[in-house]
Antibody, heavy 119, light 107 residues
Framework: EVQLLESGGGLVQPGGSLRLSCAAS????????MAWVRQAPGKGLEWVSS????????EYADSVKGRFTISRDNSKKTVHLQMSSLRAEDAAIYYC????????????WGQGTTVTVSS | AIQLTQSPSSLSASVGDKVTFTCRAS??????LAWYQQKLGRPPTLLIY???TLKSGVPSRFSGSGSGTDFTLTISSLQPEDFASYYC?????????FGGGTKLQIK
């Protein structure tokens, strides 16, 4: 079964850091672009970051550029999102997603992990 | 960044109705558009990509059309499980962007 399982969410103070992880299973992880998409409470979807398959090239939303870093470990089939200088507006459910292959549309999503930023 | 504007923001309809959602891009994106369904408390699920290609396993009552800047998602005959929110997403250019969503409610 194709599956993505996020972890690492929690409560963090403004200015703090958090590292999210996403464990993949059931597909050839190495050949797919992976992404993080977030959803603030009661709001719509916002793409955060993507990392390509083998080359590992990265892209970021302007709202997180310079504060978040995406990485992947193909040997462990995991993708990470290192978040620093967190702000209240970063509070959201963070979903890990797999692209469909050839297009940056996402056909597999994890259940999400919740990040709360509050003092 | 490419902006996607979805209309309407909410829609009330009945089981059996045909409904159409619209997504308009701020610039030409060819056919690089996807549609997602999201039910409350659940992650999104992909319905359509490349503007009109139905993802395997998605019921045929869903269809997508359009190219350039104007796109539509149509549900030919609403089923009870279709009441959810729907989002479009462009993958023509980074940053990837989503529309604001359309919430489909039971009339």
């Amino acid at each position: 079964e194709v599956q993505l399982l996020e972890s690492g969410g929690g409560l963090v103070q403004p200015g703090g850091s958090l590292r999210l992880s996403c464990a993949a299973s059931g597909f050839n992880f190495n050949v797919y672009t992976m992404a993080w998409v977030r959803q603030a409470p009661g709001k719509g979807l916002e793409w955060v970051s993507s990392i390509s398959d083998i080359a590992g090239s990265t892209e970021y939303a302007d709202s997180v550029k310079g504060r978040f870093t995406i990485s992947r470990d193909n040997s462990k089939k995991t993708v990470h999102l290192q978040m620093s200088s967190l702000r209240a507006e970063d509070a959201a459910i963070y979903y890990c997603a797999k692209d469909i292959g050839g297009w940056d549309a996402f056909d597999v999503w994890g259940q999400g992990t919740t990040v709360t930023v509050s003092s | 960044a490419i902006q996607l504007t979805q209309s309407p923001s909410s829609l009330s309809a009945s089981v059996g109705d045909k409904v159409t959602f619209t997504c308009r891009a701020s610039q030409d994106i060819g056919s690089t558009l996807a549609w997602y369904q999201q039910k409350l408390g659940r992650p999104p699920t992909l319905l359509i990509y490349d503007a009109s290609t139905l993802k395997s396993g998605v019921p045929s009552r869903f269809s997508g059309s359009g190219s350039g800047t104007d796109f539509t998602l149509t549900i030919s005959s609403l089923q009870p499980e279709d009441f959810a929110s729907y989002y479009c997403q462009q993958f023509n250019t980074y940053p990837l962007t989503f529309g604001g969503g359309t919430k489909l409610q039971i009339k």
